[in-house]
């Protein structure tokens, strides 16, 4: 997606969508490489969102206005040690459950988005991004105004190593193939357009004004700021900036 012909080809299937799903492969985290995670080389996800951003959704206009329309960012191959790993053993537990519907009074599904089992996931899942991958999860803030983090399993269940007879190590499933948490970003999408909607408040990323709760926030590096002299003398810092109404203050969830 970042080689300009591909752009040119695959730019207004992206521009006239209601929203995107954006896989990301755990190689593409220097977490997961630094592990000793080996594999084919992939592009670096800020720059294909950069470029899904600046030359796609935002070609001819003003790169810096943040773009509305809804992403799913989405981790696949949970089910990989390393993954399970570094997301640590209760958010993978909760990975490998299936999706919960949710239930009237009168015992039938209800068409919502089940918030109440997606949100304790999407907390470690922006934990995770804070803290392995804050240069990725700065651009979303910066360029994007509705996203959500997911992770998914193709297989449902964990791998474990085996080797054949002439000794070349592989990895095979241990239990049957159960795809998990498939479907969740696109019924967010659904939820996010309109279509349904959610059994409680769906955590969100990004940060709001606490002035005026607008989510157009810019994240940057902790600045220090000192103003007067003696016993007037004070000093702030912030790491936030609201571009609606001007308003900065240090957020402690960074």
């Given at each position: ?8 080809v695959?730019a ?19 977490a ?38 809804p ?8 089910d ?27 015992g039938?599904?209800?068409t919502?988005f ?29 360029s ?19 080797q054949?007879?002439n000794?070349?190590v ?13 479907e ?9 357009l309109?279509?349904?909607s ?54 402690e969830d960074?």
């Amino acid at each position: 997606i970042t080689d300009s012909a591909k752009i040119d080809v695959y730019a207004p299937f992206i521009r006239n969508s209601d929203g995107l799903i954006v896989l990301i492969d755990p190689l593409q985290f220097q977490a997961v490489k630094q592990a000793g995670m080996e594999g084919e080389r992939k592009e670096d996800p800020i720059t294909v969102l950069q470029t899904i951003h600046t030359k796609i959704l935002k070609s001819g206009q003003d790169a810096n206005e943040k773009n509305t329309m809804p992403m799913a960012v989405c981790i696949s191959k949970i089910d990989i040690p390393v993954m399970t790993e570094l997301l640590g053993a209760e958010v993978s537990g909760r990975l490998q459950q299936k999706l919960a519907p949710v239930r009237g009074a009168n015992g039938f599904c209800k068409t919502v988005f089940n918030a109440s089992q997606y949100n304790p996931i999407a907390k470690a899942l922006n934990e995770y991004f804070m803290q392995n991958a804050y240069a990725l999860a700065q651009a979303m803030m910066n360029s994007y105004t509705e996203y959500a983090w997911f992770a998914f399993s193709a297989l449902g269940c964990d791998v474990e190593e085996k080797q054949t007879e002439n000794g070349t190590v592989f990895e095979t499933p241990v239990g049957p193939v159960i795809p998990r948490h498939l479907e969740e970003p696109m019924l967010w999408l659904f939820y996010e357009l309109g279509y349904i909607s959610a059994n409680e408040e769906i955590f969100s990323p990004l940060p709001q004004c606490p002035k005026c709760r607008s989510k157009s926030i810019d994240m940057f590096d902790t600045v220090t700021n000192t103003n007067g002299f003696g016993p007037f003398k004070k000093t702030w810092q912030y790491n936030c900036r609201c571009r609606e109404c001007g308003n900065e203050w240090l957020s402690e969830d960074r």
